[in-house]
């Protein structure tokens, strides 16, 4: 089945610098790659995503990317704020009877320091 | 977004009860829901897919007489964790795409379960 794994596992960065988290999937056939924030204890949110017929797809501070040949894809947060701190994951779509179902990486916890 | 209500948002409850955990779309209709459950500081893993009017399938590794799911309407799906132990203690969250095609999916608030 489909495997994602996500680097780092937490990322310490500077009030206004970037932060890149990636992620790399196994199975070929995954079609869509969203990512997620999680705020301790609530739902994941929905920050942005891409499908495998789009390399790169950007949304104010927020960008991901994803390389189909390397199966791997990346969020880029730039000018960073506190309010970026949060648990961020990253997901890959597998098909299913019943729609496509979601496989997500290990998480990366991200601090901002102001 | 679209909304997905999740109830209750806590409970705690002796072990060898059982607990219902619901999960609404409130407005959009969800043939299928999802279930995770996620442990303390961990990723959410994929228990279940909930298919009205159809058997849930189930994850490897995920018992489904011991994790119940019933997708009533359109619009609710209910997980019931029978006979509870304190392993089972954890926060379960379910999810709804609101286009199977688009694959968008959003996510209830979460039911953080503690059994005694």
């Known amino acids: 089945g489909e495997n994602v794994e996500q680097h780092p596992s937490t990322l310490s960065v500077q009030e206004g610098d970037s932060a890149v988290i990636k992620c790399t999937y196994s199975?070929?056939?995954?079609?869509?790659f969203p990512w997620y924030k999680q705020e301790l204890g609530k739902r994941p949110q929905l920050i942005i995503d891409i499908r495998s017929n789009v390399g790169e797809k950007k949304d104010q501070r927020i960008a991901v990317t994803l390389n189909k040949t390397a199966k791997h894809f990346s969020l880029h947060i730039t000018e960073t704020q506190p309010e970026d701190s949060a648990v961020y994951f990253c997901?890959?779509?597998?098909?299913?009877?019943?729609?496509?179902?979601?496989?997500f990486g290990a998480g990366t916890i991200l601090r901002v320091k102001s | 977004g679209a909304v997905v209500s999740q109830h209750p948002s806590w409970v705690i409850c002796k072990s060898g009860t059982s607990v219902k955990i619901e999960c609404r779309s409130l407005?959009?209709?969800?043939?299928?829901m999802f279930w995770y459950r996620q442990f303390p500081k961990q990723s959410l893993m994929l228990m279940a897919t909930s298919n009205e009017g159809s058997k849930a399938t189930y994850e490897q590794g995920v018992e489904k007489d011991k994790f119940l799911i019933n997708h009533a309407s359109l619009t609710l799906s209910t997980l019931t964790v029978t006979s509870a132990h304190p392993e089972d203690s954890s926060f379960y969250i379910c999810?709804?795409?609101?286009?199977?095609?688009?694959?968008?999916?959003?996510f209830g608030a979460g039911t953080r379960l503690s059994v005694l």
């Open positions: 199975d070929s056939a995954s079609n869509y």
């Open positions: 997901a890959a779509s597998i098909g299913g009877e019943y729609g496509n179902k979601l496989v």
């Open positions: 999810s709804a795409p609101t286009d199977l095609a688009k694959n968008i999916q959003y």
């Open positions: 407005d959009f209709q969800a043939t299928t």
